[in-house]
Nanobody, 116 residues
Framework: QVHLVESGGGLVQPGGSLTLSCAAS????????MRWYRQAPGKERELVAD????????MYADSVKGRFTISRDNAKNTVALQMNSLKPEDTAVYYC?????????WGQGTQVTVSP
């Protein structure tokens, strides 16, 4: 079965950095694009970053451009989100996402809190 597990969240000061990781299993990881979303309390889930199957192309929400970097390691079935220059508004639960078999799959999420 498709399974996505996020890790790496935590509490960080404004201006700090965190790297999130998502471990994928249950499907041919390299055949699908991967995404990171986030959801803050009371807010809609927001697409943060997207990466193509080979990792050759990426896209980012305007709010994180220049600060976040998405990457993937198809040999390890992982996708990462490097987050730099974190701001309080980055506080959210971050989710790994895959679309396959015409269905959306999500991890359990990992909490990122940016606070002094």
């Amino acid at each position: 079965q498709v399974h996505l597990v996020e890790s790496g969240g935590g509490l960080v000061q404004p201006g700090g950095s965190l790297t999130l990781s998502c471990a994928a299993s249950g499907f041919t990881f390299s055949s699908y694009p991967m995404r990171w979303y986030r959801q803050a309390p009371g807010k809609e889930r927001e697409l943060v970053a997207d990466i193509t199957r080979t990792g050759s192309n990426t896209m980012y929400a305007d709010s994180v451009k220049g600060r976040f970097t998405i990457s993937r390691d198809n040999a390890k079935n992982t996708v990462a989100l490097q987050m730099n220059s974190l701001k309080p508004e980055d506080t959210a639960v971050y989710y790994c996402n895959a679309v396959l078999f015409n269905s959306n799959y999500w991890g359990q999420g990992t909490q990122v809190t940016v606070s002094p």
